[in-house]
């Protein structure tokens, strides 16, 4: 490990432990957010494997978060699933958080499904609603701070990947159509997440500030995945539930807190469960 990331050997390490432990080889990586780790139950004859017990593996230290790896069948298709992500506020590099992705590369996997929690700016978007990713605002990126910092190992990528269309355009049509037979389409919407550094949720200025930019939800994860699954070439699918409206006025006593997350993805998850599980299925034939 060197002071901008885990070189390409320490990685395959990582993933060739888990090849030798499970016969699955996934198609789908899946990136479970805070209370959406049930989407890793859905997968059928599973392995699962405690980050703790995975060489060089992160830990996941927020509630909600399971911190297991989760291998197995989703409707038939070999699947890997997070159950619980890494965020730069626990302490860890961005190079560092998004390591898993790079891992899922070399063991097989050729997209990523990639789910957070996010508040929602947008004043038309609810509490439950749920926003595919059609772009997104790298606030800590402006600053500096991007997974691929440091020097380019060309066996994962160009030196300077474009993010023009980081989420694949057919799966976001995918999903609305998925959507749309489930009867879920009046919870929908597409939009822009924007990626804030945390723990500390916005204040008001920062968040009208974050709209006037162009974002529908804001949230502290996800954005270094995405750089660095682009980056080896993995394609992405990305949502947002919306589990809390961000407070944007000064005379309110509502207040943004964690138990909202968790309590909202606790009432979504079936409905996400259904809708990734499908989609997921739908990616398999392409």
Known sequence: MTEFGYSYDEIKKTADFLAERTTHRPKIGIICGSGLGGLADCLAESDSF?????????????HGHAGRLVFGLLKGVPTVCMQGRFHAYEGYELWKCAMPVRMMKLIGVKTVIITNAAGGI????????????????????????????????????????????????????????????????????????????????????????????????????????????????????ALSLITNKCVMEYETEKIANHEEVLETGEARKHALQNLVSVIASEMSID
């Open 122 to 237: 947008n004043p038309d978007y609810k509490v439950g609603d749920i926003m595919i990713i059609k772009d997104h605002i790298n606030f800590q990126g402006f600053a500096g701070d991007n997974p691929l910092r440091g020097k380019n190992d060309e066996r994962w990528g160009l030196r300077f990947p474009p993010m023009s269309n980081a989420y694949d355009t057919k799966y976001r049509q995918l999903a609305k159509k998925v959507a749309k037979e489930q009867n879920i389409s009046k919870w929908f919407h597409e939009g822009v997440y924007v990626m804030v550094g945390g723990p500390s949720f916005e204040t008001v200025a920062e968040l009208r500030a974050l709209r006037l930019l162009g974002a529908d939800a804001v949230g502290m994860s996800t954005v270094h995945e995405v750089v660095t699954a682009r980056h080896c070439g993995l394609k992405v699918f």
């Open 50 to 62: 405690s980050y703790s017990d995975i060489p060089d593996f992160p830990l996941s230290t927020v």
